[in-house]
């Protein structure tokens, strides 16, 4: 498995912009598919984006598709999230997660797709 290790979580006003980083151990972090997932205070773990091993694929959650971006750098073994114009409702725990293996793509919307997770890092909007 892949260790991973987010970065670039803080305070932000409303409409700001904050980057996530996540750097990844190993030498095959391109043999994984690399998601975005937050958690807010007394809610589920839910879905933010996905990048695909190649980077020839992303997926975002209705709520942060046009403001989210993942991209990912395999020569850095990193994977960001650049998020635009952040609302009170971003505010959350976001955790970096990797998966190696080849499921139906509504399984990746799911945090039992993935095999590997970093510690999270704290993101909060303010008004």
């Known amino acids: 498995q892949v260790q991973l290790v987010e970065s670039g979580g803080g305070l932000v006003q409303a409409g700001g912009s904050l980057r996530l980083s996540c750097a990844a151990s190993?030498?095959?972090?391109?043999?994984?598919?690399m998601g975005w997932f937050r958690q807010a205070p007394g809610k589920e773990r839910a879905f933010v984006a996905l990048i695909s091993w190649s980077g020839g694929i992303t997926i975002y959650a209705e709520s942060v598709k046009g403001r989210f971006t993942i991209s990912r750098d395999t020569a850095r073994n990193t994977v960001y999230l650049q998020m635009n114009s952040l609302e009170l409702e971003d505010s959350a725990v976001y955790y970096c997660?990797?998966?190696?293996?080849?499921?139906?793509?509504?399984?990746?919307?799911?945090?039992?797709?993935?095999?590997?997770w970093g510690q999270g890092a704290q993101v909060t909007v303010s008004s």
């Open positions: 190993g030498r095959t972090f391109s043999s994984y598919h």
């Open positions: 997660a990797a998966t190696a293996r080849s499921l139906p793509l509504r399984s990746y919307y799911s945090s039992s797709g993935y095999d590997s």
